[in-house]
């Protein structure tokens, strides 16, 4: 009888894959377009409002003298001239919106390290809105050496006329651009970043024709995952009478099927939203439906489940799982440990090990074959007793992990292995996941 | 009656490879002198052509202001006094072949991003054909911002006389270089790329004497693979009467010699089509060539299989295979999963998953031990949320993969080794390899 | 009995977890903040005095002409009207300090390559004290080629305002800059280099009320360790009457304990030294902590022990240790012997093998999977002989560490793995872990 | 009686690691001092001669202009006033030694690439020898496209004044410096390159007294192997009779010992004629030595061997060697199979695939981990159908080799180790190893 239905259900679960990708995939197109424009344009800013950058520095511009301060200061005006973009800067009420300056500096404060003595009011004062003609001007007469940072705000406006040749109607962006110099550290090095915060919505006023164009993927998506969420409520919940029987039923493959179906209408949901211009958060539909069509995809595993030599990758994760946790529990500690340590002594020699969490992966890439002698390396000329505890530290760390905790690593896994393999032999097991199966009826 | 026939069987072979590796390397010494002509050439055009281009940028050539795109246009006028090469513009019944410059570019359109509001019509512009002269001066003038590209085409011709050192006939080249200032994203960001596309021909006038070599070697090899060829077909599958005998008898080594050969006789011609200046397609005769070579060095363990102890390796894989094949399936899954949900989630932030394959390659690497990293570290300063869910993604699997999925991979390779060896040790396995060396007669 | 206590000496070692890794993420925040002001000083200063520096040079900033030479000696008088720092030349009795210029010269010698012929007296004159305004021009009027190194010393006196945000004071700093030009070599190549050597203290005057913060925390730290040694000793070695006894009760887990109350001890004796500004060992701190904490994260695990599926992992590495030893010592042999024969051939033409510690840190990243191709790479462009060594060099180690030794020591942990399962089968094993714990009194 | 010797000959064994390594470390650090001083004027040279170089380009050094070009060749007359180092143009019999100018170059030919015509005589005309001050400008008069190449050779001479600081004797360098601009390949590009050839001779005139060290260590590492060898023949060839015997005899650890011992004497005598100036192939003797060296550490695995317990290594690797040499032939002739393949195919296309043996270098790290991903990357943008090609390439190789081939690897290593131990178990194996220990009378 169990064999007579497998078809039917491996086929509904082959359509809905095929669905779910294709909606990601057309939702990944337009997103990648979008996160395109957005780049170029901060790339472009950069090049603009950044004298000399190179692209290559990845965001490590900074300025150590006040002539190159001075210098950046006096260069926003002529926008529109430079650029060969449909830039604008912002309008509100026929005007233009300020190129606000936001000077953050102690105020009546002298600091004479001559003498090692200082006075400082630790309130900061945030600067006032000017407009860019009279205003840059004035910046630079006050440009004081208590400054902690200025931040010069403004709005400009762009078309992504690129979806045109899609045959999308083109949005309209406002780029809110933020352009700091950080000196909150007061060692001489000032920090230079451009952002940029961007706002799409429809243009107001525009002269394409283009079909609007009803995506009848997202409803067909919706409208299946509700089918078989009702469905399954439907047939199983409504049977099992008490609270504890719904427990013990709630196991494995059939929580990980609802938690696919929810994200997998929430983000389709989202989506809508989104291409309604009602919504703009790309990220956390993308999430969603990422780990939803990555669930799916996993999903396929139990229908492979059924062919016996298939399920041998499934069957020994499950089986080494809980050996794997308390294992990794231990590994975990001593992981954790040599973390606090790296960072704490390590942290101001080298870069890696600068915050808790760059600790962490950087341990973990080197477990995994990372560049060892590039980290040994950066570590050189300091002290000969840092220099030595990072050696001692490098050398026991990757040794244990390396040697000793992926082998014994390898070796649990083995030995899961032999020991489902000879169960396979000596009789077929009636796993959870069997038993499972024959419960469920056709229409789940 | 089996022991006698080895060695010849054996010398055969290694004549075989012999004389198609030195084929194969023959040809890859003239492909790379042709290959390396090329790219220095390419790379002279991107010096001329590109201002201030630097070597380690590959291909990231981007211009940002009017004021550089117009440095750039007004270029290439007098190329010949510029550089050391023997470079002529191409000439066309005695006249110079135009400096072609597609302008393609929105023409009865407006875009006002101050307000809001475009007017956009579609079809793109071609633009036209002029000669440098008068043209690029005509450009500049009507270079508005809504142009999509501009691609300037041109036709250089020079002689590589390397080859005079080597005894060979210079080849006359001639370059169709196409310069593109590819503005289709409308960013802002123009990026700037030289193509040039090769067209090899005879020299039609020249004054060296050099002796017409004659390829042997092909000769040879062609002759042998058809010998073998025809007499591997007149003796079984003459012999041979139904077709379902004929189907069995197809197998294993059988079929692999056969595409071996077929490889190596299409390659020869192709080969002999380009020597003679007849064909130019340089890279299906590598792959043909490359492949047919790498499957008859392989053939080689065939006849290592014969001594008993040398088999291990050829017979675990084959052993293997139907495991592994199935295990890679269910890993395939999991796999595609990840693949599909990092692109989604990850690709606008990452440039190692900008595109589906790239996330494909750049996962696979991961697994294989590459820069993990740096790979943690390019997903910096995002969104919380999206910072949390690379953490997430990655140490998942990078777990899952390297240590589990691995592990059982070393656990599967294991264990059919094991078995194999039990085997061998039990009896000697009349394997199929064996029983079909024994019906094949002697000539084969 | 055992059962009724875990739970409380469980607890203990959560709450000593607990405070020493808080003390550690505190202390670890303060130092970054220190380390960091530091580091962007260092990177001021380098780009204020070494004209053209770029980050990504990482120190190997040189001179090669003399023009370049004298274009840097008269660079450092305005400082004060160059930077945005805070900075002042120190001062002594209302004096500037001098700018110290060590000349290091071969005084009466000279040296005629043409002519094959020098006259050298090696006693090295250590030049004199100059004050900036007029030691400079006579500086470069003496410059000779016989000149060793140029050393320029100046006190640079600033103040971390910083901490100001953090609710902290600000500490004063006096940086020792040290810039070195370095000709020793005098090969024409003179390293540029500038060292800063850095005083912190608490500035003499100031006006900015913060709270004398005290830092219960380590008093905490410092009582519950120091309770915790003084009970041990009390409890056990006054019971324990010969010392032969006592020898025997000191193993394992209870060295460890004490080793990490010890340090802990210590370290934090330190930090209070640090923090009233009497001390300045931040490194000795930080190693001493971070050791600390390191070994009481790794103590958890003997307590997860006690369940017993979670010692697999303490109790394979423990019974794995001496043929992990024995057999370490063995590779070291091979290790060494490839180390030396490394580092005297390939030495001089690779930068990886210039210094001995330099060759065991690239072969051990190289067996763990550093970039070989690099490696190789670098080694190109030799004489033939070097070349083929080099080839066979890496070709054997690879082979022979990555292939051989690491596959053996998988299968060591393997087996050690399986006989402790089997062990762990077939009786519960009196391990001295467990020994150790019963004897144990409940307050320990 | 066996046990009664080992002490005496390990004593030994450590005595001549002791002294040969003693050696090794000197030669090195006098070795060291020589190569990095001429590194050091290498780069100075680069950085001298090459307008704009950057030590970071790693000799891709490259001209596209006539112009850049010019400017070169004007560029090396006042050199003695530019740099900082004791540099003197060679002078032979009191006259400068010329600049000598190799203008390689087709003399009477003619090449016309718009007609696709040329004359070309293919003998190459050598060119002249001049003295700087008149030659370049003759140079540069007769300077036409034809050039194939031309090198600028001078001699420079200095003194190594840095040894003087370590209280031995400064030698004279003579630096035959050839400025090479290659232009053979036609392209436009012409690289240039700077080769210093260097000469090392002592001073003939000089005034500084430093004791003449005789190398004492040498003498004792001669004294002591030549013993050694002495004693070895005396007792062994000279006890067997028959030449069976004595090719029996020569097995194992015997041969290993009578290498080493030849590498060293054969060394130091080099070193001792480099020492005197007599001999300069610092190359041979660091090969020697060195490898010699590495022997002598993988020689007191022998003695290790003597306790049971630590041999393990030494016998599994002895025991699994014929396997793995089986099993490394069959593997080798897939991975030839993949080397031709991939010269051929991608060899054009992809930098670490353009000469064959970067590609089995190249493969060869890829097995072992290197970066992947880059791998990939820079194949990309090129005709379909070597991308694809490139991609099934790269999976199935990586695939095949690290999944498959490794696999087994350690499957044959884990498998051998196994039978050792039950080996070892069941009966202390009367190994090759103990017999001929047995054997060898005590003072060997």
Chains 1, 2, 3, 4 share one sequence.
């Not at 939702?27 to 950058?53: I, P, Q, R, V, Y």
């Not at 469905?231 to 504890?244: A, G, M, P, R, Y």
């Not at 969603?288 to 229908?303: D, H, Q």
Request: one cysteine or more; aromatic letters at 14%; glycine letters at 4%.
């Amino acid at each position: 009888r169990a064999k007579g239905r497998k078809p039917w259900k491996l086929m509904l679960q082959i359509w809905k894959i095929v669905i779910i990708t294709a909606q990601l995939v057309l939702f990944g197109l337009s997103n990648e377009m979008m996160a395109t424009f957005k780049e170029d344009n901060l790339m472009t800013f950069e090049h603009l409002f950044l004298k000399g950058f190179k692209d290559h520095w990845q965001g490590n511009y900074a300025l150590y003298t006040k002539a190159d301060l001075y210098d950046h200061i006096y260069h926003y005006t002529n926008l529109q001239n430079l650029t060969l973009e449909n830039l604008a800067y912002g309008k509100i009420d026929g005007k233009y919106t300020p190129l606000s300056v936001c000077q953050l500096l102690y105020k009546n404060s002298t600091v004479d390290p001559e003498r090692d003595s200082f006075y400082i009011d630790p309130h900061i004062d945030e600067g006032t809105e000017i407009r860019p003609a009279e205003g840059l001007v004035f910046l630079c007469r006050t440009f004081r050496t208590l400054l902690v940072s200025v931040n010069i705000n403004f709005t400009l406006k762009t078309i992504n006329l690129q979806t045109v040749r899609h045959h999308e109607l083109p949005d309209c962006y406002g780029f809110h651009i933020k352009i700091i110099f950080d000196n909150c550290a007061h060692s001489g090095k000032i920090k230079v970043g451009v952002k940029n915060d961007v706002q799409i919505h429809e243009c107001k006023d525009y002269n394409v024709k283009a079909s609007g164009k009803i995506d009848y993927l997202v409803l067909i998506v919706l409208f299946s995952c509700i089918q078989e969420f009702k469905i399954f409520f439907q047939t199983h919940f409504n049977k099992l009478v008490t609270w504890s029987e719904r427990m013990e039923f709630v196991n494995g493959w059939c929580i990980f099927i609802n938690i696919s179906d929810t994200l997998t209408i929430t983000g389709s949901v989202i989506k809508i939203g989104i291409q309604t211009k009602f919504l703009t958060n790309y990220d956390v539909c993308s999430i969603l439906l990422g780990t939803a069509t990555m669930l799916v995809w996993i999903g396929v595993i139990r229908y492979l489940g059924y062919f016996k030599k298939y399920n041998i990758l499934i069957l020994t994760l499950r089986a080494a799982f809980p050996n794997v946790i308390r294992f990794c529990c231990c590994a975990a500690m001593i992981y954790l440990g040599y973390c606090f340590c790296g960072w704490i002594v390590l942290g101001p020699y080298h870069d890696k090990f600068r915050t808790f969490d760059k600790v962490t992966e950087c341990l973990f890439s080197l477990i995994n074959g990372d560049d060892m002698f590039a980290t040994f390396l950066n570590m050189r000329d300091k002290s000969y007793m840092v220099w030595l505890f990072s050696r001692i530290y490098l050398y026991t760390f990757t040794s244990l992990f390396i040697y000793m905790v992926l082998s014994l690593f390898i070796a649990l896994i083995t030995d899961t292995y032999e020991t489902i393999k000879h169960h396979q032999k000596d009789s077929e097991p009636a796993t959870l996941l069997h038993a499972f199966i024959e419960e469920v009826p056709e229409s789940a």
